[in-house]
Structures are given as structure tokens and as C-alpha cells.
């Protein structure tokens, strides 16, 4: 089931800024190589003008929970958390999956009208 991680925060905790950078640099390059060994897709990042952000990775959904799982995912879920203000780490049905999803949320809304 194809499945976007998609990853937010607003800014920097103030005094981190520069260690945010480095971290960033960190993400990029873990997930680089799961992209590479052909697991997700490569990391996009974006960029408000306001200085907020997010990045994702798609793939199958499996795959991207067990990365998500392991050790070095999940330290880098915990730094992202103490770097940056409102982190959130989410999944999310992406392409095929998503239109699947829609379809089973009208089916569910037409059993309890």
C-alpha cells in the first residue's frame, strides 16, 4: 500500500538553530540511503517563507514502518522532537491507496446514514 511519512514543524527552538541544520543534513542522508537500497523514495524537502517546513518519503507502507521502527529512525524522530518547535511525524495513504481510502470512507458513510 503506497503510504507517505511526511514530517512538520514550524521552527527551530531558539538557541538550536544550528544543531536544527545539522540535523537536517542527518535526515536527509538516512533516508538518502533507504531511497537508494530502493526502499522509499528519495526525501523532499520544503520550505516556507516564514521559516516552517516539511519533508516526506513514499513506499510501501510496511517498509516505512519498519524503517520507522529501528533504532536510528527513531533517534532521529527523538531529535527532531527536541530541535524543532511543533515536530510531528505522520503516515498517510498516498496515490492508489489514497483513492482506495476515499472509497471505504463513502462506503462507511453510506452503512451509517
Not at 19 to 39: I, P, R, S
Not at 93 to 99: I, R, S
Request: proline fraction near 3%; glycine fraction near 8%; include cysteine.
Amino acid at each position: 500500500m503506497q503510504t507517505a511519512m511526511v514530517v512538520t514543524w514550524t521552527h527551530p527552538f531558539p538557541g538550536r538553530e544550528e544543531k536544527a541544520l545539522a540535523y537536517g543534513a542527518e535526515v536527509t542522508e538516512f533516508w538518502g540511503k533507504k531511497a537508494a537500497e530502493g526502499l522509499c523514495t528519495e526525501p523532499e524537502i520544503f520550505f516556507s517563507e516564514r521559516g516552517t517546513g516539511f519533508w516526506f518519503v513514499k513506499g510501501d507502507r510496511d517498509a516505512l514502518l519498519q524503517i520507522h521502527d529501528t533504532e536510528e529512525a527513531m533517534l532521529l524522530t527523538l531529535k527532531g522532537e527536541l530541535l524543532l518547535e511543533n515536530f510531528s511525524a505522520d503516515f498517510f495513504y498516498a496515490d492508489e491507496a489514497a483513492e482506495a481510502y476515499m472509497t471505504r470512507y463513502a462506503s462507511a458513510l453510506t452503512a451509517i446514514s
